[in-house]
């Protein structure tokens, strides 16, 4: 997976932390957890507040 893979990381974390709040989550968090992902395979300093919120928002909407 990398940054652009919005859904799919989006997925992969709501099966790693499907107790998390992810409406009040810290960016800082949530760029540890992406990098922490199996399979994913980005540079973390690519990310941007603008792909966190994408990311974000796409938890949020997988678990809706």
Same mark, same amino acid.
């Given at each position: 997976? =990398? %940054?652009?893979?919005?859904? $799919? !990381?989006?997925? +992969?974390?709501?099966?790693?932390?499907?107790? +998390? $709040?992810?409406?009040? *989550?810290? &960016?800082? /968090? *949530?760029?540890? %957890?992406?990098? +922490?992902? @199996?399979? &994913? $395979? /980005?540079? @973390?300093? =690519?990310?941007?507040?603008? !792909? *966190?919120? +994408?990311?974000?928002?796409? %938890?949020? /909407?997988?678990? $809706?």
């Amino acid at each position: 997976m =990398k %940054w652009a893979d919005v859904l $799919d !990381i989006a997925i +992969a974390l709501e099966e790693r932390h499907p107790d +998390a $709040d992810n409406v009040n *989550l810290r &960016f800082t /968090d *949530l760029h540890a %957890w992406v990098c +922490a992902l @199996p399979g &994913f $395979d /980005d540079e @973390p300093t =690519k990310s941007n507040e603008k !792909i *966190l919120e +994408a990311i974000q928002m796409a %938890w949020i /909407d997988e678990r $809706d």
